[in-house]
């Protein structure tokens, strides 16, 4: 086997490895932003496609947050859910009391 030839599978063998590399951590960023996304709140924007001319790698995920106005309005609304379930806990604990019930007042 000749050194070119040699030369010409090492790069080949090495680009096809690193593209299934990069498909294989496409997949695992995908999981990963679907996990932020649900936990977190983070939202991901699609990326535009590449310009002419323009690497890949320069681009990156575009991220897009909450903005305050919605993270206020989140607040919020847990805060009105909490308070409800406080007055409910409330009245909840007045019946056992009521009934004399001391085992679900612990």
């Known amino acids: 086997m000749t050194l070119a030839s040699c030369l010409c ?3 080949w063998s090495e680009w096809t490895n690193e593209d299934t590399e990069s498909a294989a951590a496409r997949k695992a ?11 977190e709140g983070f939202k991901l924007v699609p990326p535009k496609p590449a310009e002419p001319g323009e690497a ?12 305050h106005e ?15 379930a406080s007055v409910m806990l409330g009245k909840l ?11 679900n007042l612990l």
Do not use: H, Y
């Open 70 to 84: 919605e993270q206020a309005l989140v607040f919020e609304a847990s805060q009105q859910s909490r308070s409800k």
């Open 93 to 103: 604990c007045a019946m056992f009391e009521k009934a004399g019930d001391e085992v």
């Open 29 to 39: 960023e995908q999981g990963f932003m679907r996990e932020l996304e649900v936990t």
């Open 9 to 11: 599978r090492l790069v």
């Open 56 to 67: 890949e790698e320069a681009r990156g995920p575009e991220w897009a947050v909450f903005s």
